[in-house]
Nanobody
Framework: QVQLVESGGGLVQAGGSLRLSCAAS????????MHWYRQFLGQQRELVAT???????NYADSVRGRFTISRDNAKNMVWLQMNTLKPEDTAVYYC???????????????WGQGTQVTVSS
């Protein structure tokens, strides 16, 4: 049983910043990749950023240079620092993680509940 709980969303003006957090809890041996996705209204979910256990990162072109993903393996947490926000960043943001369980013998993917980010112009 693993849960990912997000927080930090809200309403900000264009040019502002938000920091999203996601805490994984439950039966966790370790976590491999962690991701942030976002879903625009009426659209498919899209990948925003990925981070591995060695803090290597990948970003969508639309956010590279503005967003920073980070993690703490000991705390089983991942963050998304969002700077210079634009109205087109408005979406529901979801964390996602590949979680090892059963003493490292299983690998399962989990989603957070999502948090709304709204950027006003």
């Amino acid at each position: 049983q693993v849960q990912l709980v997000e927080s930090g969303g809200g309403l900000v003006q264009a040019g502002g910043s938000l920091r999203l957090s996601c805490a994984a809890s439950g039966s966790i041996f370790g976590i491999n990749l962690m991701h942030w996705y976002r879903q625009f209204l009426g659209q498919q979910r899209e990948l925003v950023a990925t981070i591995d256990r060695s803090d290597r990162t990948n970003y969508a072109d639309s956010v590279r240079g503005r967003f920073t993903i980070s993690r703490d393996n000991a705390k089983n947490m991942v963050w998304l620092q969002m700077n210079t926000l634009k109205p087109e960043d408005t979406a529901v943001y979801y964390c996602n993680a590949d979680v090892y369980g059963d003493g490292g013998r299983s690998l399962r993917n989990y989603w957070g509940q999502g948090t709304q980010v709204t950027v006003s112009s």
